[in-house]
């Protein structure tokens, strides 16, 4: 059987299964978003890793390396934050590439140790080896949390409402334009959708609207406190951070809760500037968020009794929709008509060609 055939959460599910055998230790382990590891009955550890390969996560010639650092401490504490937990502890392993000067390893750890320190974590150890194709970059990322405050894929319940945090979409405009901006004039007009002619000149100007589509594509913030909020007010009963997509992301919840959801497309929050570069971009804005991924937001459910206390804690959220029974999520647009909602979230061994997905 090929990889492809199975795609990557086909695999996950595989080595799952060919690892059973959990210790009494072991209260989460692998399909969510961290593993929860009991310390004592007072305390969980979390603990989650993420791999950024070169040419598959990121591009060095429009990706800095304090940027890249940044991000791969990011990404890993945001699955932290999509837990309810405070991330405390980091270890990172890198293959690194002869052609690689030691100002860009440092500068890579100046980025790294920026977003760890804002969210009072620390670099306690890691691995380094020489490469000889290109730049790898794994991060694990150690943190606590109480046991009854931990908020898994799994507690979502028919009746639940909806939520997602911030605005989506941004990161994977971001990734379109700095694609676009490397590309050569010609792939340019290519790319336009509809036969709109894109000028290279339109994509260069540094409007700071496009500049803040990149900056949440190269440097999103984890949703740390916002994740330890709703966990510890006992508002979210699941959450997942979008990694994937909204769509592939919202999937996960609903196979790991066995319940539906129905999706309003025209309440999916949408940053102005997304709106704005949608057009130049002809492209639907609402497909960057459920199709984009990368944007570390917090997807979350909530039941009708806990709405109240939600909105006492005034978060930056949006209600998208609602957990329903039955196992179908659809897409509900702004005249009601329903569709089956597909996973078109990155997946790494589906996606045929390899596109190169972040930063
Ligand atoms: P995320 O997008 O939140 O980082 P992933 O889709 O990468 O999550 O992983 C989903 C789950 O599968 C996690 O619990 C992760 O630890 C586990 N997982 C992924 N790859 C492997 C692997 N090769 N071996 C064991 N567990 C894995
Ligand atoms: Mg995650």
Redesign the pocket.
């Known amino acids: 059987m090929k990889i492809s055939d199975l795609g ?2 086909g695999l ?1 599910s595989r ?2 299964k060919l ?1 059973r055998g959990k210790t009494s230790s072991t209260l989460i ?7 929860v590891l009991a310390l004592s009955a007072s305390h969980v550890m979390l603990v ?3 791999i950024l390969l070169e040419d598959v996560h990121f591009d060095l010639s429009y990706t800095d390396y304090y940027s890249l650092g940044w991000k791969a401490a990011a ?1 890993n504490l945001s ?1 932290i934050a ?1 837990m309810g937990g405070s991330p405390r502890f980091c270890l990172t392993a890198l293959g690194i590439p002869r052609r690689t000067s030691a100002e860009q390893v440092f500068e890579f750890y100046r980025g790294f140790n920026s977003l760890l320190h804002s969210q009072t974590a620390s670099l306690v150890g890691g691995d380094t080896c020489s490469s000889g194709h290109g730049l790898f970059i794994s991060v694990t990322a150690i943190g606590e949390a109480k046991p009854d405050v931990v908020i898994t894929r799994a507690g979502a319940r028919p009746g639940d409402r909806i939520f997602v945090t911030g605005t989506l979409g941004d990161s994977a405009a971001g990734l379109e334009i700095l694609q676009m901006r490397n590309a050569p004039d010609r792939d340019i007009r290519g790319r336009a959708a509809c036969g709109t002619r894109i000028e290279k000149s339109e994509i260069r100007n540094p409007k700071s609207e496009i500049e803040r589509l990149i900056e949440k594509h190269l440097r999103p913030v984890p949703r740390v406190s916002e994740g330890r909020k709703l966990a510890r007010s006992g508002c979210a009963s699941a959450m ?2 979008i ?2 997509g909204l769509s592939s992301d919202l999937l996960h919840i609903s196979e790991q809760s066995r319940v539906g959801a129905e999706l309003f497309a025209d309440r999916i929050p949408l940053s102005s500037a997304l709106q704005r570069m949608s057009t130049i971009l002809s492209k639907m804005p609402v497909r960057y968020a459920l199709e984009g991924g990368e944007d570390y937001e917090l997807l979350f459910t909530v039941p009708e009794a806990k709405l109240k206390k939600l909105h006492s804690l005034k978060l930056p959220v949006t209600e998208i929709g609602a957990v329903t029974t039955g196992r179908t999520v659809k897409l509900v647009d702004a005249g009601g008509k329903k569709n089956l909602l597909q996973a078109k979230g990155y997946d790494h061994f589906r996606n045929s060609v390899v596109k190169k997905k972040k930063c």
């Open positions: 990557e959460f996950i080595i799952r690892s382990g692998i399909g969510d978003d961290a593993a989650t890793t993420d990404v699955d999509a997942i951070d990694s994937d």
